[in-house]
């Protein structure tokens, strides 16, 4: 990133997604610093160290654009959010779930940040950060598949010919008989299982640490409305005979001392929801079958409440920290 940029200014989206960035590596060294804390199997450790040497690296080169650029850098997350020394709370194959769920966010988020970037070094740091999450989520999965632990996809039979639709029954699917689900709409139904599987795994233990009975219950509740978004799906594959292995090896320990600050938690939480349902916006907008893109539809309308009685919780606790917005002109008129 060897460019002088002092005369191009940051548009909104290359801010934002700056910021984003930011709060979400500060989020992953202490989540990880934790893991790091605890874990056993030194596979494991060494996917859990490169992905920690990541975020320390993102948050520096953001720290050093906002510096260069006059903009207050986010508070984001400190040591003061996580108590390294806590008990052990997730196992060495929820961290290898976790940190390859990571890889895959960032693939996602990072691709759409270099998208929406004009100036040639932020396009450069999002090319490098792409790159990164991919080799991230390749040794993640290299290691569990060395392990057992990778869940595939469904399997289906290859297809004999190439075919077109010639009738609009293709696209129903409320009453009467139904076609087989495609490929590409049993893609998004099990990678959609898989999210909320991990994410009922890690608000399981959310649950069993948060010490306000507010955060708590709201844990609670995302583990529940997880676990039914879950069963949609299971439910959905399994009338096809799609079967859809998950594994239980990713439930939390007993413990019950707090390794994260509610702060943390609530808004761990508050990304997971709102990349999920950008996930299942995509996956209405790929599934073809009305029935199934009804049942995203009322998901996400579920996500969508819940995800706004967590932006409520923190904003009543001073844990939400505003972005960088546009002047208020209004108030500015009022001299």
């Known amino acids: 990133m060897g460019m002088n940029h002092e005369h191009i200014k940051l548009t909104a989206s290359e801010m934002s997604v700056l910021w984003t960035s930011y709060l979400n590596d500060t989020l992953g060294v202490c989540t990880i610093s934790y893991f790091l804390n605890h874990v056993e199997d030194p596979d494991v450790r060494a996917v859990l160290e490169y992905a920690l040497d990541l975020s320390k690296k993102h948050i520096e080169v953001i720290r050093q654009i906002f510096s260069n650029e006059k903009i207050p850098i986010p508070l984001g997350f400190t040591e003061q959010d996580v108590n390294v020394n806590a008990k052990r709370l997730f196992s060495d194959s929820f961290m290898l779930y976790y940190i390859q769920n990571m890889g895959s966010a960032g693939i996602n988020s990072y691709s759409v940040a270099l998208l929406v970037s004009s100036r040639m070094d932020i396009r450069e740091y999002y090319t490098s950060c792409l790159e990164s999450s991919a080799e991230l989520f390749n040794r993640t999965s290299n290691v569990m598949q060395e392990k057992g632990l990778f869940i595939r996809a469904p399997y289906i039979p290859y297809p004999n010919q190439a075919k077109f639709v010639h009738k609009q029954h293709f ?102 929801t709102n990349s999920g349902m950008g996930y299942y916006g995509a996956s209405m907008g790929g599934s073809t079958r009305k029935d199934l893109a009804a049942s995203y539809s009322r998901l996400m309308i579920e996500v969508a409440e819940f995800s706004l009685d967590g932006a409520n919780i923190m904003i009543d606790n001073g844990w939400f920290e505003e972005p960088p917005s546009a002047p208020n002109r209004k108030d500015l008129a009022k001299g």
Do not use: C
């Open 171 to 272: 696209l129903a699917g409320w009453f009467g008989e139904q076609r087989p689900l495609t490929s590409i709409e049993i893609s998004f139904l099990f990678f959609n299982l898989y999210r909320n599987t991990l994410g009922t795994a890690l608000l399981t233990g959310f649950s069993q640490v948060a010490q306000s009975k507010e955060v708590r219950q709201y844990m609670i509740r995302g583990a529940e409305i997880a676990k039914h978004h879950s069963a949609v799906f299971t439910k959905i594959l399994s009338q096809d005979n799609i079967l859809s292995p998950m594994t239980s090896e990713i439930l939390p320990e007993t413990s019950k001392e707090p390794p994260f600050s509610e702060k943390l938690m609530m808004f761990h939480t508050a990304a997971l």
